[in-house]
């Protein structure tokens, strides 16, 4: 086959540009020919109903999704975390990059003395949100929605006392001010920090020239922490945390899992280290010990709530 342009398939957001060209300079350091194209976002395009039959959720990933199927595009970025655990038909994970850090923080404004006393935290995650309120239980949590730059705006002019944020989003377009605490003690989502691309199954080309970029540690850990999240989840957004790290002196995974009431009152965590041998089900097992340590019971209240 010819040699193609790879047309590289972009959210017009600060953030997803700087991922689209961090992939698009590491295809070119290989001496591929790459294009990055900025899809218009959901409102602009006609959803055909098929596709989406499946139950899939990702509003994020959806427009370029179709703009793949469609053949506008060859491959797109991702944050993983945004992405659904299933993917349509005829998507395919083509590689996960390096992964940057997997911290939250703690965006405040002037000093902590509202950790000690009575605060406002604004986070659009219920993840986030729940684990916050179990930690300062007399706290306000507040909804925020939008991509970074909208974020980082709207604390700014609000009252709130701060918001929570992924250290790596901020990171990567140099937004993370000075005014910020990591929140060691907060799990992260399911595969935070990490960077997927996702390419047509039936796309050899672009498949070959995408496998190279593909980080196998950060691979194997974010596959644990979605197979977590998506045995506890069956399909419904719930205060799910996860993280899997590798030692590599000891050649062990050392996994935390954590399942919160909407909440926050309520906590199920599990913690683990087995041999890099087990990987394959250790997000699944760890999960259903969680179901049947009384997260199957949580996760029906956690469906019937947010469906109300």
């Known amino acids: ?29 290989l001496g591929y020919k790459t294009e990055i194209v900025a899809v218009k976002s959901q409102g602009d395009i006609i959803l055909d109903k098929p596709l989406y039959e499946l139950g899939i959720t990702g509003i994020f990933t959806k427009t370029l999704d179709i703009a793949m199927i469609n053949g506008d595009v060859d491959i797109a970025v991702h944050s993983m975390k945004d992405v659904p655990t299933a993917l349509p038909i005829g998507i395919v994970q083509a590689a996960v990059l390096e992964r940057a850090n997997t911290l939250d923080i703690l965006v405040h404004k002037g000093n902590l003395d509202f950790l000690e006393a009575n605060g406002t935290i604004a986070t659009g995650s219920l993840r986030r949100q729940a684990q916050w309120l179990n930690k300062y239980p007399n706290h306000n949590v507040v909804d925020l929605r939008g991509n970074v730059n909208t974020r980082m705006q709207k604390l700014q002019e609000s009252d709130w006392n701060g ?146």
Request: with cysteine; proline share 2%.
């Open 163 to 308: 918001a929570v944020f992924a250290a790596a989003g901020l990171e990567r377009i140099n937004l993370k001010p000075s005014d910020y605490i990591d929140l060691d003690w907060m799990i992260p989502a399911p595969a935070q920090g990490a960077m997927l691309v996702v390419a047509m199954a039936n796309d050899e080309y672009t498949l070959d020239a995408v496998s190279q970029l593909n980080d196998i540690e950060t691979e194997v850990c974010t596959y644990i922490e979605r197979q977590f999240l998506r045995t506890l989840e069956g399909g419904c957004t719930a205060p799910i945390g996860a993280l899997a790290k590798y030692n590599e002196d000891e050649d062990t995974i050392h996994f935390d899992g954590v399942l919160f009431s909407l909440d926050g009152k309520q906590k199920i965590e599990i913690n683990k280290v087995v041999d890099i041998s087990e990987w394959k089900k250790l997000g699944f097992h760890s999960a259903k010990e969680i179901l049947d340590n009384g997260g199957a019971e949580l996760m029906a209240n956690i469906k019937a709530t947010l469906k109300k």
């Open 1 to 29: 086959m010819a040699e193609k342009t790879i047309r590289i398939g972009t959210r017009d957001s600060e953030l997803a540009l700087w991922q689209a060209h961090t992939v698009q300079k590491k295809l070119n350091d």
